[in-house]
């Protein structure tokens, strides 16, 4: 779940994977409204949706947070990132960033500019060289040593 914010820093708060699920169930158990209300709130005066938002907030995120996988879905959580970072990286006019991690040998990231038009970023690694994908086509091949020298150059 993303909070709304200023484009300078995103928040993500995580899936609340089980506190959803139950949403979603409610919806289903009935058509009635009213039904579906005073299901509501008996889960909320029993407490079951409570605890349940407690544990996603708690262990599920938590897991998630650092093992780097929903153990529900099996997916790698998306990483947000301040537009600032992306600025300082040589990227401009970022208004919101996020980062997914599929599998060991494949970042994407999701680049929304201010100006609302949207870019998907990819890394793929190779044995010793990663592709570089920008909207699917390829924008770069570098081996691992020239991403280490250039990482060590930017801090310097």
Not at 19 to 32: G, R
Request: with cysteine; glycine share 8%.
């Amino acid at each position: 779940m993303e909070l709304p914010c200023n484009s300078s820093k995103i928040i993500n708060i995580g899936k609340l994977f089980r506190a959803y699920s139950l949403t979603k169930w409610n919806m289903e158990v009935t058509k009635d409204r009213w039904g579906r209300e005073g299901i509501f709130l008996g889960l909320h005066l029993l407490g079951v949706s409570p605890i349940a938002a407690l544990v996603d907030l708690v262990g599920i995120n938590a897991i998630e947070f650092w093992t780097g996988t929903n153990p529900y879905t099996g997916k790698s959580p998306v990483v947000d990132m301040a537009a600032a970072e992306l600025e300082n990286a040589g990227v401009k006019n970022v208004a919101q960033a996020k980062i997914r991690f599929d599998g060991n040998d494949t970042v994407k990231m999701e680049v929304i500019y201010n100006d609302g038009h949207e870019e998907m970023i990819s890394a793929i690694r190779k044995e010793n060289t990663f592709d570089f994908y920008q909207d699917g086509n390829l924008i770069g091949t570098v081996t691992k040593e020239e991403l280490v020298a250039y990482s060590q150059q930017r801090k310097s």
